[in-house]
């Protein structure tokens, strides 16, 4: 069975949390192993990764509230922090796990090293391309200011169904080094969904919202309070987190244990070299 059969084929799964039933599936067995992506995505980024992760984790595949098929109501705290930081604890703690490691991309992996200062079970990170202190990626600045108005999410959609727009620095055209991995699967079970459902457009529009660029700028803080194993990995020629906001961040973190930098790869490292990021993330979480 191919990768995304595979993923699709396993059922989802619910965690109760305030505010949210946060969807995820389950895979392999072994010390437990939690990924978290990032926006405009959910998990289904990860179907490439997890199947060699499987042989040696179980792997809970999340989708963060706003994103993928986790339920959220007017009640749901979108903020970063106390809330998606809040909501992942609970996750954590609602599957019963008294320690686990995490691999997380993009504004996952902020709100990643915001539980990792807060939440001792976690043990270990891997970072994929995300945000840094003091660095503002491009568009997204503009895409949250515009989130706040309130014919945003119909203007949301109308861009997702523009294959220009979709192909430009403002859309995925910066995503990726190959740009035939925007059709096929990622157009199918990333894009598609959320032109079908209006609910959806707005789960990511109130997702975006959430972000605030002070705790990005705080970064610098949390990474000197980080007292875990972390590895960096990261699509060296992204568009969207610069390779040398990432060499700067080695620095920050106590106890780094390296940057890799994976060629051929941008904001999407686990999509364009899924082999290369698992190889990594194993011998880092297995061996350290």
Same mark, same amino acid.
């Given at each position: 069975?191919k990768?995304t059969?595979?993923f699709l084929?396993?059922a989802?799964? @619910?965690?109760d949390? %305030? +505010?949210s039933?946060i #969807?995820?599936?389950? =895979?392999?067995s072994g010390?437990? $192993?939690i ?5 405009p ?5 990860y179907r490439?990764?997890i ?9 809970y595949?999340l989708?963060l509230?706003g994103?993928?098929l986790t339920e ?5 705290d @979108?903020?970063?922090? %106390? +809330?998606?930081v809040? #909501?992942?604890?609970? =996750?954590v703690?609602?599957?019963? $796990?008294?320690q686990?490691s995490?691999?997380?991309h993009d504004?996952?992996a ?8 807060r939440?001792r ?6 970072m994929?391309n995300?945000e ?8 997204i600045?503009?895409y ?14 109308q861009l997702?169904r523009?294959?220009?727009f979709l192909?430009?620095s ?11 991995h925007?059709e096929?699967d990622f157009?199918?079970h ?6 079908a ?9 109130r997702y975006?919202?959430?972000?605030d660029?002070?705790?990005?700028d705080e970064?610098t803080?949390?990474?000197a ?9 990261w ?5 969207t987190f610069p390779?040398?906001?990432a060499?700067d961040m ?5 106890d780094?244990r390296?940057?890799?930098?994976i ?8 999509e364009?070299?899924?082999?290369e ?5 194993l ?6």
């Amino acid at each position: 069975m191919k990768p995304t059969e595979q993923f699709l084929a396993q059922a989802v799964e @619910f965690v109760d949390v %305030p +505010g949210s039933r946060i #969807a995820y599936r389950r =895979f392999g067995s072994g010390p437990p $192993l939690i990924f978290i992506h990032g926006w405009p995505f959910h998990s289904f980024n990860y179907r490439l990764v997890i199947p060699e992760m499987a042989h040696h984790f179980t792997c809970y595949a999340l989708d963060l509230p706003g994103c993928g098929l986790t339920e959220w109501t007017d009640a749901t705290d @979108f903020s970063f922090l %106390p +809330g998606q930081v809040g #909501a992942l604890h609970e =996750f954590v703690t609602g599957l019963g $796990l008294t320690q686990y490691s995490v691999i997380a991309h993009d504004t996952g992996a902020t709100i990643a090293r915001y539980l990792s200062v807060r939440d001792r079970r976690l043990r270990r990170l891997v970072m994929l391309n995300t945000e840094s202190p003091g660095h503002r990626p491009p568009w997204i600045p503009l895409y949250r200011t515009l989130m706040a108005l309130p014919w945003s999410g119909f203007v949301l959609s109308q861009l997702l169904r523009s294959k220009l727009f979709l192909r430009s620095s403002a859309g995925f055209g910066g995503a990726f080094a190959d740009m035939s991995h925007l059709e096929g699967d990622f157009e199918r079970h990333i894009i598609a969904p959320a032109l079908a459902s209006p609910r959806r457009v707005e789960g990511l529009r109130r997702y975006l919202r959430g972000l605030d660029w002070k705790l990005v700028d705080e970064l610098t803080e949390i990474h000197a309070r980080m007292e875990i194993p972390v590895l960096i990995i990261w699509g060296a020629q992204d568009l969207t987190f610069p390779l040398s906001a990432a060499r700067d961040m080695v620095a920050q973190i106590p106890d780094c244990r390296g940057l890799h930098e994976i060629q051929g790869a941008r904001l999407l490292p686990q999509e364009e070299r899924p082999q290369e990021v698992a190889r990594l993330s194993l011998d880092f979480l297995r061996h350290g």
